[in-house]
C-alpha cells in the first residue's frame, strides 16, 4: 500500500515538472530571455528594476530551464558594471 502511494506521487511529481517544462517552452524564453529585451524591463521599472532582477533571478534558481547568464547580462547593461554585477 505504501509503495502505491510513493508511486502516485512521484507520477504526480513528474507530470506537474513536465507541465511546467511544455509550458516554458511554449512561451518561447529565448525571446524574452535575450539580454536587451531583459534590460529594457530593467530600465523600464525605474526603482523597482532591482527588484525585478531579484525577483527573475530568484526564478531562474528555482526553475531549472531558465538560464541566469542572460540576467546577469541585462543587470550588467540596465544597471552598470559595479551595480549589476554585485
Known sequence: MRQKAVRREVEALLN??????????ALDLGEWL?????GGW?????AFGPLLFMLLMTAA???NPIPSLPLDLAAGA???VPLGTT
Open 78 to 80: 540596465a544597471f552598470g
Open 42 to 46: 530593467f530600465r523600464e521599472a525605474d
Open 16 to 25: 506537474l515538472a513536465l507541465r511546467i517544462y511544455g509550458t516554458v517552452m
Open 61 to 63: 534558481v528555482v526553475i
Open 34 to 38: 535575450h539580454p536587451n529585451h531583459l
